[in-house]
């Protein structure tokens, strides 16, 4: 499975910008927390629950004798992240720690803070195609964003699931080089086949399982372009810092993005985007059609 090259610079990188003070909230915190309870006020969120948890651990080469913290809730597909925490539970610190992007980040930023505070930072840590299990998969587009907003799935949809597993991939490197750029796919080692890809798809829509699946897949500059035009349609209200990204000595996986919220999105789901001229250009198609008819 994916190797794990996370050390403390990335952590430092994450949490530089941010106010460490009070009680904070990581999120998918898996094998290698950001945030240590034994040094830090901090509660744990996942997609899944412990058992689950330990359960994907224990077949990940990656965790072994790693250390397993316990989470402390569910956030439960379908539901907000605020109505899965305990109401009296207040934050000083608002975390979205995406490393597995299992669920469309995008649409959390246009959640209400619980604080009333109209700022909000989130730092993301989100899967580098080029250093990952994703390598030979394709990064995703503005329209698979938009779509993802639009139908608002509360897991990963069956083509997501389909797409993960069939495309993910020992990775075989050494020294932290990239995947062989040689090696076609069809060659590459593979940790599914492409009907166990399409089981585990059809148990999830049967059954309603959650898997822990990359629903998305980016570079630094393709988060940066999609999102970009994402904020520009109104979706969200945020600024985009510049990514900071793998070097020759962090041999990072991830790369980091900080995005903060500047206020409402102009749009919001399940509101048909400017109404009015919508309604305008269906009268003048009307009368246009009604002079013809007249004229013959």
Not at 90 to 119: E, S
Not at 258 to 270: C, S, Y
């Amino acid at each position: 499975m994916l190797t794990n090259r996370r050390n403390s610079s990335t952590g430092l990188v994450l949490t530089a910008p941010l106010e460490l003070g009070g009680t904070g909230l990581e999120i998918a915190p898996y094998f290698y927390p950001l945030l240590d309870k034994a040094k830090h006020d901090v509660r744990y969120v996942d997609c899944i629950d412990n058992d689950t948890i330990a359960k994907k651990a224990a077949e990940n080469p990656g965790a072994i004798g790693r250390k397993i913290p316990r989470i402390d809730w569910v956030w439960t597909p379908g539901k907000t992240l605020r109505s899965c925490i305990p109401a009296d539970t207040m934050f000083r610190l608002r975390r979205r720690h995406a490393r597995h992007g299992a669920r469309p980040g995008h649409g959390r930023l246009a959640q209400p803070d619980p604080r009333g505070h109209a700022r909000r930072r989130s730092p993301l840590a989100l899967p580098d195609r080029r250093y990952t299990m994703d390598y030979y998969r394709k990064e995703t587009t503005l329209g698979d964003v938009v779509g993802n907003w639009m139908h608002a799935p509360s897991r990963p949809t069956s083509a997501q699931i389909v797409d993960f597993l069939s495309q993910s991939f020992y990775d075989t490197r050494e020294g932290g080089r990239r995947f062989d750029l040689n090696q076609p796919s069809a060659t590459a080692p593979r940790h599914y086949t492409d009907e166990q890809a399409l089981e585990f798809a059809a148990n999830s829509h049967r059954d309603g399982n959650y898997l822990d699946v990359h629903c998305t897949v980016w570079t630094p500059a393709s988060f940066v372009d999609v999102m970009s035009r994402v904020v520009g349609m109104g979706f969200m209200n945020v600024e985009i810092s510049a990514p900071v990204e793998r070097t020759p000595d962090s041999e990072w996986d991830e790369f980091i993005v900080h995005l903060t919220k500047r206020g409402e999105p102009r749009i919001v789901r399940d509101r048909t985007p400017n109404p009015r001229p919508l309604s305008i250009a269906a009268r003048r198609l009307r009368n246009v059609t009604s002079r013809l008819l007249r004229t013959g």
